[in-house]
């Protein structure tokens, strides 16, 4: 393995890192309504649970109002229950062959508690992005022992693999400040 091998992985698992928590800060509910907020619903379908997203057709088609148009008809009551069983507070009206769900306004109090979720959600993309650091330079170490690297070209690649870490922290903290002020908006 090569300095340049280490900094390739490191640069994808961070990558994936912000990834995963753009992903779960999406799903959090702010106060219109976006698909996204669906995708972590479970639904109980031909023997399995499956996510909704794979079931159905999401759509928002004004900021108040989700509608979800199953693939399969028989679906609808058990998708129906995933959404009510969610912890997002919705509540689906089946309308004949689709699910409306009106998205109600979020309290102050309500879109507090979210920003302190999505705090710690951005919290733990932060601490992925520093074990895959912490990874990478146990590794750049082991081989300056095998006697791969000088001390020198170790330093250079701490330093790459800090900025490295500064960079995909600072994503987070993007994405985390956009969704801050996205829940605070009236």
């Not at 089946?94 to 998205?103: E, G």
């Not at 900025?163 to 605070?184: H, N, P, Q, S, W």
């Amino acid at each position: 393995m090569s300095i340049e091998d280490v900094l390739l992985e490191a640069e994808e698992k961070m990558e994936k890192a912000v990834e995963k928590t753009r992903q779960e800060l999406a799903s959090l509910r702010s106060g219109k309504a976006h698909p996204e907020i669906l995708s972590n619903v479970s639904v109980e379908a031909y023997e399995t649970h499956m996510k909704l997203k794979d079931l159905a057709a999401i759509t928002a088609p004004d900021a108040n109002l989700l509608i979800v148009q199953p693939w399969d008809l028989t679906l609808v009551d058990s998708i129906r229950k995933a959404i009510e069983e969610s912890k997002l507070g919705l509540n689906p009206i089946v309308d004949a062959k689709l699910i409306r769900i009106p998205i109600p306004p979020l309290s102050e109090e309500r879109r507090l508690e979210l920003i302190r979720v999505a705090r710690k959600i951005s919290e733990e993309g932060r601490v992925g992005i520093r074990a895959v650091r912490r990874h990478c330079l146990e590794e750049l170490k082991k081989l300056e022992k095998e006697a791969h690297l000088s001390e020198d070209e170790l330093e250079r690649a701490e330093k790459e693999i800090q900025k490295l870490t500064d960079e995909y922290i600072e994503k987070i903290d993007r994405i985390l400040a956009a969704k801050e002020k996205d829940l605070m908006k009236v």
